[in-house]
């Protein structure tokens, strides 16, 4: 008898246990996550801007926008490896595309997470999918002229992995989807870069992914755990088509011009690049590249072009954000918008991304704090890396001890910036270095000059490279830059 009255407290103390437990997890901030491809930090809210995003400029002032947001790495692929685990590049297959379609699905799941979204999962969050989030256009493995395969690229990360390819038929098709139902794929690449498309915000796949985004939330709005829902856009990625009437929310003539659309001084050219991603839409009127610049007239029409998609990527992200309100989920749901690199608008010579320079690194990101009373323009350093650790620390969920970024949660519950911050990227043989003041890189290579210094605060557009003539700032700067060597390069 004795035994049985001691198991009776200790089962009313375990079902109190469990229900604390219950209790806690359902109040747990929900995450509503939105990766938006290409997305450079150019957004309505900031200085001197002429494009339209409301949507944003609202989260914006109600959270906080980072003007000096920096990917590890200037492709959509390896930039989100970096993002989603947290990790800097350490071998030259992490700064490809691939990566995580050729290795990430053949790792067994082991102790370390494959990503902080598979963390989440493994504490207590309902993961979905919906749209890009890792490299993958509708997250599963297979090549753009590929049937759909079953095989997820992140295997262990999601409960729900979502997509509506439309009348396209796959993914890749979608991702570069006309309005036809045709994409570049089907057409040999005997398509134009842009399209001003005579349909309404469903007649693109990412009218789709937002009507699918829209549905899940109403789901998840009665469900006992808390969420983690990624939603991947695609525009303003090649090829920059959206709805007309984005385009028209434009004056063609008034897009003003890059302020530095020469190659900049002192530097190889291997620091650049041919603008090949956007030369292969075979019907563009002109072609870019190092020998040559666009007319201005025709570079107004691109830049009005990614303007009209970006804009239209803007106005889904305000039909979801507005639903989230509808349903009351925005009371307990932290909401992060991110661009997975920055994007060359003709500075420097280059239309695309793949450089060290700051067009290609530097890109959106907001963060909306359900209940905070901090809104503000943050000029803080912060790098993608970060993300992870934030998040985590935001949710109050323990960090795997391997991660390379550090948390700037801080920031987000405060009206000041924060200064000393350093940002790592990697590409073309190089790791490239920001700071407060500073851009240096250093190349691997033959070419000369193979070290670049750009000051920021008398030349924010990065046209003279200065680290001839400044030794001094270089060896100051050296020994930060090589602690960002994570195992790229030989560092004698």
């Known amino acids: 008898m004795e035994h049985k009255f001691l198991r009776q407290p200790l089962l009313i103390t375990l079902l109190g246990l469990l229900f604390l437990q219950s209790f806690a997890q359902s109040n747990r901030p929900n995450v509503l996550f939105i ?98 989030i890792s490299h993958s256009a509708d997250g599963y493995v297979y090549g753009y002229e590929e049937k759909v395969s079953e095989q997820k690229e992140l295997p262990y990360s999601w409960d729900e992995l979502l997509f509506n390819h439309g009348k396209w038929g796959t993914g890749w098709n979608a991702f570069f989807a006309y309005a036809d139902g045709e994409n570049r794929q089907s057409m040999n690449k005997q398509v134009k870069p842009y399209e001003a498309g005579d349909v309404d915000d469903l007649g693109y796949p990412d009218g789709l992914t937002t009507q699918l985004a829209i549905k899940k939330l109403r789901e998840l709005k009665n469900s006992s755990q808390p969420f983690f829902l990624g939603v991947g856009l695609f525009k303003p990625h090649l090829p920059f088509t959206a709805p007309k009437k984005y385009w028209d929310l434009y004056n063609e003539d008034q897009i003003p011009l890059p302020k530095n659309p020469g190659k900049p001084l002192n530097v190889s050219d291997k620091s650049l690049q041919e603008s090949g991603e956007f030369n292969g839409y075979l019907l563009g009127e002109e072609k870019a590249g190092l020998d040559t610049q666009l007319s201005e007239a025709y570079a107004k029409k691109i830049k009005h072009a990614y303007y009209a998609a970006a804009s239209y990527s803007d106005a889904l992200i305000g039909l979801i954000l507005d639903e989230l309100k509808a349903l009351e989920l925005d009371q307990n749901t932290i909401v992060i918008v991110w661009g997975d690199h920055g994007w060359h608008l003709g500075e420097q010579q280059v239309w695309g991304k793949h450089t060290l320079f700051e067009n290609a690194l530097n890109s959106a990101l907001i963060f909306k704090i359900p209940g905070s009373k901090v809104s503000k323009i943050d000029d803080s ?7 992870y650790p934030t998040i985590m620390e935001l949710l109050g969920v323990k960090n795997p001890t391997n991660l390379d970024g550090e948390s700037f949660a801080s920031l987000l519950n405060s009206k000041e910036s924060q200064v000393g911050n350093i940002a790592y990227s990697y590409f073309h043989n190089g790791i490239s270095m920001r700071t407060d003041r500073y851009r240096l890189t250093k190349y691997f290579r033959a070419a000369e000059p193979t070290i670049e210094l750009y000051d920021h605060h008398t030349d924010p557009l990065e046209t003279v490279n200065i680290a001839a003539e400044n030794p001094k700032i270089v060896a100051e700067l050296m020994p930060m830059l090589e602690k960002g060597n994570t195992g790229l390069y030989d560092k004698k």
């Not at 350093?381 to 993300?387: F, K, L, M, Q």
């Open 35 to 132: 990766a938006v491809d290409d997305l450079r930090s150019e957004l309505g809210h900031f200085e001197n801007s002429t494009i339209i995003t409301p949507n944003l400029d609202k989260l914006a002032a109600e959270g906080v926008s980072f003007t000096n947001h920096f990917v590890q790495v200037p492709t959509c692929g390896a930039s989100r490896a970096a993002f989603l685990t947290g990790k800097r590049p350490s071998r030259q297959a992490e700064l490809g595309n691939n990566i995580m379609q050729d290795e990430f699905h053949k790792k067994p799941e082991s102790e370390t997470p494959e990503t902080f979204i598979h963390h989440l999962r493994r504490n207590g969050y309902h993961t979905v999918g919906i749209g890009k």
């Open 381 to 387: 350093i912060v790098e993608s890396v970060d993300i």
